[in-house]
């Protein structure tokens, strides 16, 4: 058998004096780790020995010059992160594999998440913001800043691992460290709920809920709170103290919930989707409920005589971009988007058929757990309806004389109603959940005991001695006098 030991020898014969005082440029992008070793010992002028090839690529960005030594710092970093150390050895550095015992004393301390290296050289582990982003602001206040000749601090980054790389005067590196840290914070999460429904006016109008049960505080761009009041909301002794995500009305968010199901369940609305996503703090999210429809965009007659229609795929449906913003106070600036797309004419997607395009933009500000409603998308929509007698509607020819067509035109509303629950800290999306779980248990709970007062009232007649109370007012008296409102 036969062994081959390969091993590279750098040697460079350059005046040392002039290392520690130069300055280089230097930026790199998937560079391999062994080039980083051939460029480290032409510019320090030192002979390193690497008897093994080692694996990687690395990125390395700075925005001004760094000292000579502080690159040997960078290549030490990288080697260590690869399990390998430089060690001197008279007059070369060799290349060496990191004892197990011996990496585990030199780890630094994890609540610093800092390398100190000689010189003042220190490199930061980034957790919760991106290191590119932290560079963009540093070295805009290193430019506004005054230095002493040399004393100017560099910052560079390494994407890979997403850390910073700060040289310079101890002073500022130390009051650049104390910026990251409050830069670098754990962001908050937000768990937003969206439910889509369509409400036909002329059903809600019979029940008397529109935007809220009669009640609420509207906002511009078609946006509503929900403050349902079903029953006076505290009539009803509810126990909520089992709820672990702090909301400051649970009562009026029971009385929402209660209030959807009892429209859902007397048909008053359709629930469309229920779709729900966890946003990071001040960034924006997006959900999207529809579908994807063929479209007919031409049509090609061949010298045979044969047809080839051309068809295009369309997305049609709701799409809603939220973005919350969570203050000290736990309440929830939310922006919102909606957007609906439809056909209009189903029945003919021939040649660019009418499509219909609804958006609103608004914004609102929210208790934790508290919900706002998204009006306005209106549209109109025609039902076919057949009714037929059994077996002889469906007799050939004379079966039309059984049967019974008519076409009812009917004024929808598509409704998004939107809540936002903040996580708790050191909490994550399955104890949200499993609360929330809790919140729906209780909420039909109230309905349940809502009902069952409702049965025990005797209906009152409103009357006025002078005049006779039009349908409308007498139906917002019953209102009031069911639900309290």
Same mark, same amino acid.
Request: some cysteine; hydrophobic content about 35%; aromatic content about 6%.
């Given at each position: 058998?036969?062994?081959?030991?390969?091993?590279?020898?750098?040697?460079?014969?350059?005046?040392?004096?002039?290392?520690?005082?130069?300055?280089?440029?230097?930026?790199?992008?998937?560079?391999?780790?062994?080039?980083?070793?051939?460029?480290?010992?032409?510019?320090?002028?030192?002979?390193?020995?690497?008897?093994?090839?080692?694996?990687?690529?690395?990125?390395?960005?700075?925005?001004?010059?760094?000292?000579?030594?502080?690159?040997?710092?960078?290549?030490?970093?990288?080697?260590?992160?690869?399990?390998?150390?430089?060690?001197?050895?008279?007059?070369?550095?060799?290349?060496?594999?990191?004892?197990?015992?011996?990496?585990?004393?030199?780890?630094?301390?994890?609540?610093?998440?800092?390398?100190?290296?000689?010189?003042?050289?220190?490199?930061?582990?980034?957790?919760?913001?991106?290191?590119?982003?932290?560079?963009?602001?540093?070295?805009?206040?290193?430019?506004?800043?005054?230095?002493?000749?040399?004393?100017?601090?560099?910052?560079?980054?390494?994407?890979?691992?997403?850390?910073?790389?700060?040289?310079?005067?101890?002073?500022?590196?130390?009051?650049?460290?104390?910026?990251?840290?409050?830069?670098?914070?754990?962001?908050?999460?937000?768990?937003?709920?969206?439910?889509?429904?369509?409400?036909?006016?002329?059903?809600?109008?019979?029940?008397?809920?529109?935007?809220?049960?009669?009640?609420?505080?509207?906002?511009?761009?078609?946006?509503?709170?929900?403050?349902?009041?079903?029953?006076?909301?505290?009539?009803?002794?509810?126990?909520?103290?089992?709820?672990?995500?702090?909301?400051?009305?649970?009562?009026?968010?029971?009385?929402?919930?209660?209030?959807?199901?009892?429209?859902?369940?007397?048909?008053?609305?359709?629930?469309?989707?229920?779709?729900?996503?966890?946003?990071?703090?001040?960034?924006?999210?997006?959900?999207?409920?529809?579908?994807?429809?063929?479209?007919?965009?031409?049509?090609?007659?061949?010298?045979?005589?044969?047809?080839?229609?051309?068809?295009?795929?369309?997305?049609?449906?709701?799409?809603?971009?939220?973005?919350?913003?969570?203050?000290?106070? #736990? %309440?929830?600036?939310?922006? &919102?988007? $909606?957007?609906?797309?439809?056909?209009? +004419? /189903? !029945?003919? =997607? @021939?040649?660019?058929?009418?499509?219909?395009?609804?958006?609103?933009?608004?914004?609102?500000?929210?208790?934790?757990?508290?919900?706002?409603?998204?009006?306005?998308?209106?549209?109109?929509?025609?039902?076919?309806?057949?009714?037929?007698?059994?077996?002889?509607?469906?007799?050939?020819?004379?079966?039309?004389?059984?049967?019974?067509?008519?076409?009812?035109?009917? #004024? %929808?509303?598509?409704?998004? &109603?939107? $809540?936002?629950?903040?996580?708790?800290? +050191? /909490? !994550?999306? =399955? @104890?949200?959940?499993?609360?929330?779980?809790?919140?729906?248990?209780?909420?039909?709970?109230?309905?349940?005991?809502?009902?069952?007062?409702?049965?025990?009232?005797?209906?009152?007649?409103?009357?006025?001695?002078?005049?006779?109370?039009?349908?409308?007012?007498?139906?917002?008296?019953?209102?009031?006098?069911?639900?309290?409102?």
């Amino acid at each position: 058998m036969k062994l081959l030991f390969s091993f590279l020898f750098l040697s460079f014969h350059l005046p040392s004096s002039l290392f520690c005082s130069q300055l280089i440029n230097i930026n790199f992008k998937d560079l391999d780790i062994n080039e980083l070793i051939k460029i480290t010992s032409k510019e320090i002028e030192k002979n390193i020995l690497v008897t093994n090839k080692i694996e990687g690529k690395l990125d390395f960005l700075s925005s001004s010059a760094i000292k000579k030594e502080s690159l040997l710092d960078i290549l030490k970093y990288t080697l260590k992160s690869k399990g390998y150390k430089i060690v001197q050895s008279k007059e070369i550095l060799r290349v060496v594999k990191i004892d197990p015992k011996e990496e585990n004393i030199e780890l630094p301390k994890k609540e610093k998440k800092t390398d100190k290296i000689k010189n003042h050289c220190e490199i930061l582990f980034l957790e919760n913001i991106d290191a590119k982003n932290v560079e963009k602001v540093l070295n805009k206040i290193i430019e506004k800043r005054v230095y002493e000749k040399f004393s100017k601090p560099t910052v560079a980054v390494n994407e890979e691992l997403n850390s910073i790389v700060l040289d310079g005067n101890l002073e500022e590196i130390e009051n650049l460290k104390e910026f990251i840290k409050k830069l670098d914070i754990e962001k908050k999460q937000v768990y937003v709920k969206a439910l889509i429904v369509e409400l036909d006016n002329d059903l809600i109008e019979d029940i008397g809920i529109k935007f809220g049960i009669l009640g609420g505080k509207s906002y511009s761009g078609g946006l509503y709170t929900f403050s349902s009041n079903l029953n006076g909301g505290e009539a009803i002794a509810i126990n909520t103290s089992s709820i672990g995500l702090e909301i400051p009305n649970v009562t009026s968010t029971l009385a929402l919930g209660a209030s959807l199901n009892l429209l859902n369940k007397t048909y008053g609305l359709d629930i469309i989707s229920e779709p729900s996503i966890l946003c990071i703090n001040n960034k924006a999210s997006s959900i999207y409920v529809g579908e994807t429809i063929s479209i007919q965009t031409g049509t090609t007659v061949t010298d045979g005589g044969n047809t080839t229609n051309s068809y295009e795929r369309e997305d049609v449906g709701l799409t809603l971009n939220v973005k919350p913003r969570v203050s000290k106070n #736990n %309440k929830v600036y939310l922006e &919102v988007t $909606t957007l609906v797309e439809n056909i209009k +004419n /189903r !029945d003919n =997607t @021939y040649f660019n058929p009418d499509t219909s395009k609804k958006e609103i933009k608004t914004q609102a500000i929210l208790n934790n757990g508290e919900s706002v409603i998204i009006g306005g998308l209106m549209e109109k929509k025609n039902e076919k309806t057949v009714q037929k007698v059994p077996f002889a509607g469906d007799i050939p020819l004379i079966g039309e004389l059984f049967k019974n067509r008519s076409e009812n035109s009917q #004024n %929808k509303n598509l409704v998004v &109603v939107i $809540t936002p629950y903040i996580i708790p800290e +050191n /909490r !994550d999306l =399955t @104890y949200v959940r499993k609360e929330l779980s809790k919140l729906k248990s209780l909420e039909d709970q109230f309905l349940e005991k809502v009902l069952i007062k409702l049965k025990k009232r005797k209906t009152k007649k409103v009357e006025n001695k002078n005049e006779t109370l039009s349908s409308k007012t007498l139906h917002k008296e019953m209102i009031k006098e069911y639900f309290g409102i």
